[in-house]
Nanobody
Framework: QVQLVESGGGLVQAGGSLRLSCAASGRTFSSYAMGWFRQAPGKEREFVAAISWNGGSTKYADSVKGRFTISRDNAKNTVALQMNSLKPEDTAVYYC??????????????WGQGTRVTVSS
């Protein structure tokens, strides 16, 4: 069992940066791929980024490629999402998830409660 808690959300102006963190409990953290998803008001939850169990592989949604970076520290049971050059369309609740290394929501077994990111224009 893995429990996930996100932090680092907030209000930022367009062009600014935020760093989201996700702290995981449980001894099996390093055996899971980790992902970030987001859900904007009135929209479906969508894939943002994923990282393999050892950090050796990453994948990104086209909309964030080149602006966001996912990383993990298995010694600290944490995963981070560095978000640069933020745009108003990045406004959403961001969720950390643990499971398979995939783009799809169904591939993840564990979810955090989410942290809100608001980007003002």
């Amino acid at each position: 069992q893995v429990q996930l808690v996100e932090s680092g959300g907030g209000l930022v102006q367009a062009g600014g940066s935020l760093r989201l963190s996700c702290a995981a409990s449980g001894r099996t953290f390093s055996s899971y791929a980790m992902g970030w998803f987001r859900q904007a008001p009135g929209k479906e939850r969508e894939f943002v980024a994923a990282i393999s169990w050892n950090g050796g592989s990453t994948k990104y949604a086209d909309s964030v490629k080149g602006r966001f970076t996912i990383s993990r520290d298995n010694a600290k049971n944490t995963v981070a999402l560095q978000m640069n050059s933020l745009k108003p369309e990045d406004t959403a609740v961001y969720y950390c998830a643990g499971g398979s290394y995939t783009y799809t929501r169904s591939g993840y077994d564990y979810w955090g409660q989410g942290t809100r990111v608001t980007v003002s224009s």
